[in-house]
């Protein structure tokens, strides 16, 4: 079974920036299109990313402009930089394949206020 372990995450200001990593267990990485997903306290997870095995992306709506992913498949790990970030990206983030087939890891927090 794949783990997925989620880093980077923080306190940040409104405008700050933070990059986030996540690292998979297993060969099968880079043959998956790969996400980072958010959920906020009382919401839904939403899928804020995702990034084929080939390189093509896609972004919510609300983040393009402002988060990048990018991929490593030789460290099976998965990235989202995110710039001008604003107090309704406060969430747990998390990654997996998009859409979502591996177990969900314990994911990061990131939490933008003043």
């Known amino acids: 079974q794949v783990q997925l372990v989620e880093s980077g995450g923080g306190l940040v200001q409104p405008g700050g920036s933070l990059k986030l990593s996540c690292a998979a267990s297993g060969s099968i990485f880079s043959i998956n299109a790969m996400g980072w997903y958010r959920q906020a306290p009382g919401k839904q997870r939403e899928l804020v990313a995702v990034?084929?095995?080939?390189?093509?992306?896609n972004y919510l709506e609300s983040v393009k402009g402002r988060f990048t992913i990018s991929r490593d498949n030789a460290k099976n790990t998965v990235y989202l930089q995110m710039n001008s970030l604003k107090p309704e990206d406060t969430a747990v983030y998390y990654c997996?394949?998009?859409?979502?087939?591996?177990?969900w890891g314990q994911g990061t927090q990131v939490t933008v206020s003043s």
């Open positions: 997996n394949t998009g859409p979502a087939k591996w177990l």
């Open positions: 990034i084929t095995s080939d390189g093509g992306t």
